[in-house]
């Protein structure tokens, strides 16, 4: 599931899956640990790799194509800084459901019984 952003005129398709993560931590060098304090004071640099990813990934699974590199994404940002809070307020959505205490108490509680 992805969600559409309007940005400088232009729809983008934005998801926060575990691919958009995975590329987030590979071009920031962060761990699946840092993910949960991106909140607690993002960098520039940071949120511009998080749009980029979350765009990416929302181009993949809607079968579009995406060319964007980060400097675009600082770029565009320069013309509609609000996509900054949009994109954001999308990833903290799509970020909390993904690790809802209660799934994880489901998953949890999976285990526990698999390892009886």
Not at 15 to 22: D, E, I, P, Q, V
Not at 45 to 66: F, H, M, P, T, W
Not at 82 to 102: G, H, P, R, Y
Request: overall charge negative; hydrophobic content about 35%.
């Amino acid at each position: 599931m992805y969600e559409v952003v309007l940005i400088n005129g232009k729809d983008y398709p934005v998801r926060f899956g575990m691919n958009s993560l995975r590329m987030f931590c590979k071009d920031t060098g962060r761990s699946l640990a840092d993910l949960d304090k991106l909140g607690e004071g993002i960098s520039l640099d940071d949120a511009c790799y998080l749009i980029l990813n979350g765009i990416k990934d929302g181009s993949r699974v809607s079968g579009q194509e995406c060319s964007l590199t980060v400097d675009d994404v600082a770029d565009m940002l320069d013309e509609d800084f609000e996509a900054l809070n949009k994109v954001l307020e999308i990833f903290s959505t799509q970020f909390s459901a993904k690790f809802d205490t209660e799934g994880n108490d489901k998953a949890t509680k999976k285990v526990a019984k698999a390892k009886k």
